[in-house]
């Protein structure tokens, strides 16, 4: 048993180090730079710059779905009050280019893909004093709300679409 376990550790250390870097496929990448232009990566390299949209500071809650290419991201633009940047737009790309852009009257809290990437959902609220949290279901496609939902995010009788929104 010992000759079998000596036998087999130059072969466990190789797998322990090589298996990491064989086992990760280059993925999409998304990335603001300091002018806060959107820079999309594919995996095979091929690189999109987005420039910024006025009043545009930075972008926040990247996600990104491998298998279909598409990325989506908060636009972050400075607060009138003074405090910390709010998100006031939701952006979803694919294919090398943005599909749609989702406006919020007040600020994105959260979002998250649904359906594989067919909707997204997300909760959009005021900056401060949020009484109940505002939950929307959108068609990527055609921007179209599907479902709304007002409740409280924590509360487990929340609509399936929206278990992956927080505060």
């Known amino acids: 048993m010992k000759q079998l376990a000596r ?3 130059p072969i466990l250390l190789l797998q322990a180090f090589l298996f990491p870097v064989f086992a ?5 990448k998304v990335y603001a ?5 959107v820079h999309v990566e594919s995996a095979t390299g091929k690189r999109i710059t987005i420039a910024h949209e006025l009043g545009q500071v930075g972008i926040d809650e990247v996600k990104v779905l491998e298998d279909k290419e598409m990325a989506g991201w908060l636009i972050l633009y400075k607060d009138p009050d003074g405090q910390a940047p709010i998100a006031g737009k939701l ?4 294919g090398g280019r943005i ?3 989702f406006r ?10 649904a359906d594989n990437g067919e909707h997204v959902a997300f ?3 005021p900056n401060h004093g949020e009484t109940s949290s505002r939950c929307e279901l959108h068609d990527v496609l055609s921007g179209r709300l599907l479902a709304s939902w007002d409740g409280d995010l924590d509360d487990s009788g929340k609509p399936a ?4 929104l927080d505060h």
Not at 24 to 28: A, F, R
Not at 33 to 37: E, L, T
Not at 104 to 113: G, K, L, N, R
């Open 24 to 28: 990760q496929k280059p993925g999409l």
């Open 99 to 101: 599909i749609r852009r």
């Open 104 to 113: 919020a009257d007040q600020t994105f809290w959260s979002w998250t893909f």
């Open 161 to 164: 679409w929206a278990q992956g």
């Open 123 to 125: 909760h959009v609220g």
């Open 91 to 94: 952006v979803v790309w694919r």
């Open 33 to 37: 730079d300091r002018q806060s232009n």
């Open 7 to 9: 036998a087999l550790r």
